[in-house]
């Protein structure tokens, strides 16, 4: 097999949002607000606690009734929003308009750090003639994000699951993909880190190779056997 074209999920994959008590700080310092760093501490451990950061990596725990929401949050914008929002309430803060500037930040670029081989990976891909593209289940643009870290200029085609209505493991976002860069699903490597929704790659005819989702500082070289694979 002859791999063409990679494919990489974002969140948990090429990069890592910033830990729970970051963001939370940030947020209070652009409000101008401060808290004692106990409560500061306990807040951001709530939040942390119910999956309050998308892109955080830990398992929600969704308010009543919001099941069918979850489901389906990274079709549009205004669903994702309305999930992590709803999400972030479950959290007594200082100011309930603490809950959309939490939002807003994780949006920013500045929440986001790419994994420490994230780019010698994807600057060798490129230098070997291989096509990326970027597959993501997810409510807002990404791209600035890349722009920001100097790693836009590796990316074909980025395929966004809020700009198509539609979320993986739905193989038609892994098509469009292929067909924005040219290349054929059976020549084509996802690379992710969630087992359903990167898995549907493969009902596709792609090859699909899983990376753990873990802190920055725990998966340094997580990426390189993607090179292996490429050959």
């Not at 669903?79 to 809950?99: E, F, G, N």
Request: glycine share 10%; proline share 6%; aromatic share 6%.
């Amino acid at each position: 097999m002859t791999i063409k074209g990679v494919l990489f999920d974002f969140s948990g994959t090429l990069f890592r949002a910033e830990p729970t008590e970051s963001w939370l700080r940030a947020v209070l310092r652009d409000a101008d607000l401060t808290l004692p760093e106990r409560e500061l501490t306990e807040a951001a451990d709530a939040l942390e606690a119910v999956g309050a950061l998308p892109g955080g990596g830990v398992a929600p725990r969704l308010p009543e009734g919001s099941e069918d929401l979850w489901r389906r949050r990274d079709e549009s914008a205004e669903r994702h929003r309305a999930m992590y929002t709803a999400i972030s309430r479950q959290v007594r803060l200082p100011d309930a308009r603490l809950h959309d500037a939490l939002y807003d930040r994780h949006m920013l670029p500045a929440a986001w750090g790419p994994y420490p081989d994230t780019a010698e990976v994807l600057d060798a891909l490129c230098g070997r003639g291989v096509a990326v593209g970027v597959v993501s289940n997810i409510g807002w643009d990404l791209r600035p994000v890349f722009r920001e870290h100097g790693l836009d200029r590796y990316v074909g085609a980025y395929v966004l699951s809020y700009e198509h209505g539609v979320q993986k493991p739905d193989t038609r976002l892994f098509a469009t993909a292929c067909d924005a860069l040219g290349i054929a699903p059976e020549d084509t490597l996802m690379v992710g880190d969630d087992r359903r929704a990167d898995g549907g790659a493969a009902a596709l005819g792609c090859a699909v190779h899983f990376v753990d989702h873990l802190p920055a500082t725990q998966r340094p070289e997580g990426l390189r056997p993607v090179l292996d694979l490429v050959g």
